[in-house]
């Protein structure tokens, strides 16, 4: 079987790849909910529009961001404490890349209609969707920054034997 070299943080490649992804969905998500939001009470189109193109593009990534996610948690050294999170995050990343998904195709219905307006039932919709974005950004803060996975120094001790 074909492996590839890992370097000091476990990965066949400098760097993770999945948040440098993640944040750019992210800021793509907020940015098209506060110009859909700043179109709604101004009557600006034009944020309605920069917001529909920001969701479109969004969609798109965060499949880039799962996939990348999928393989970088599949090179992590997971240890007991790390699992529920990790599980979690995983499932929570699937189910945005669902639900951005749902939102986008609605969100191009909205557009055809009536590129004029967004309705309120949207705004919430995309409020919903933005609560679980700060959710999912907690459960990725928490496995780097608490667990350290991917970290050089954590993965340097798993390797040794020392188990966080």
């Known amino acids: 079987m074909f492996s590839l070299p890992l370097n000091s943080e476990n990965l066949p490649y400098p760097d993770p790849i999945h ?3 993640v944040h750019f969905v992210i800021a793509m998500v907020l940015f098209s ?4 939001v700043l179109g709604y009470f101004t009557h600006n189109i034009r944020l309605f529009e920069v917001a529909f193109w920001n969701m479109f593009v969004a969609a798109i990534a965060i499949f880039v961001a799962i996939i990348f996610g999928q393989f970088e948690a599949g090179l992590a050294q997971v240890y007991p404490a790390v699992e529920s999170t990790l599980n979690f995050h995983t499932v929570m990343g699937w189910s945005l890349g669902a639900i951005v998904a749902i939102i ?6 909205i557009r055809d209609r ?4 967004v309705p ?4 919430g919709a995309a409020t919903f969707l933005i609560c679980l974005v700060f959710l999912q950004v907690y459960l990725g803060s928490k496995l780097f920054w608490v ?6 120094p954590v993965v340097e001790a798993m390797k040794h034997g020392v188990s966080p």
């Open 19 to 21: 948040p440098i992804v």
């Open 147 to 152: 667990y350290g996975l991917h970290v050089e």
């Open 120 to 123: 309120p039932a949207y705004l």
């Open 114 to 117: 009536n590129p004029l307006k």
């Open 33 to 36: 909910f506060i110009c859909d």
């Open 104 to 109: 986008t195709a609605w969100r191009f219905a």
